[in-house]
């Protein structure tokens, strides 16, 4: 099941303070938002009737090192704290697990989307997710604009890692007619293997993980 953001007018939307029979939207009904500052909007967002919320989890921020390093615990703090404030309003957090960023450390060690054993790697990372959140996360997105990370960070290299060829860019590495399929191939198998980990060991009537949000 595909998860996709909600485009919506707001002509009609009342605060909560309106009866529920006022709505022209359906009981079901989703309304959505993302921010980059939650801890001002929160409490907005509950006063307007929002009922979910889109956030991704940066990957560094939760393991710094990879697989090969301790769970931050701080990070994990930082994100229970955010889900449990949403829940409290009423809010359904939807959550993307890669949004272009990625430890240094996997970079540097391999070339991150340009090895294979960065499957291993994102399998091991959605799997901490899961576990810490997903007793109360239940929409989960495995990758933000995958199409995006692979043309820019690797046809173009207008985005990190930044890797290009003439004449798609100019930068100082990289193989523009190669690359692009090499990482867009790897974090397909990637989403593959977070997919199964979820549906195995996770999974509940109800609970939805996206391939993608393009």
């Not at 090969?68 to 229970?80: L, S, T």
């Not at 290299?157 to 692009?180: A, H, I, L, Q, V």
């Amino acid at each position: 099941m595909c998860f996709s953001i909600l485009i919506v007018s707001c002509n009609h939307i009342s605060s909560k303070a309106s009866s529920a029979s006022s709505s022209p939207f359906p009981s079901n009904f989703l309304l959505g938002t993302a921010s980059s500052s939650y801890q001002e909007d929160l409490d907005l967002m509950s006063y307007i009737g929002v009922n979910s919320y889109r956030f991704s989890i940066s990957w560094a921020r939760v393991l710094p090192k990879g697989r090969f390093g301790k769970v931050n615990r701080a990070g994990i703090d930082h994100y229970n704290k955010f889900i449990d404030a949403l829940l409290s309003r009423g809010i359904r957090p939807f959550v993307t697990l890669s949004h272009y960023d990625i430890p240094q450390e996997l970079e540097g060690r391999y070339g991150a989307w340009l090895s294979p054993k960065l499957q291993e790697d994102f399998k091991y990372y959605a799997n901490t997710c899961f576990k810490f959140f997903g007793d109360r996360v239940k929409y989960w997105v495995t990758f933000n604009e995958p199409n995006v990370v692979v043309i820019r960070g690797y046809r173009s290299g207008t985005y990190p890692p930044s890797r290009c060829s003439s004449p798609f860019g100019n930068c100082t590495s990289g193989n523009s007619e190669k690359e692009p399929f090499i990482a867009a191939h790897n974090i397909i198998l990637s989403h593959a293997a977070a997919v199964n980990i979820y549906r195995t060991q996770y999974q509940v009537f109800n609970n939805v993980l996206s391939s993608s949000n393009l």
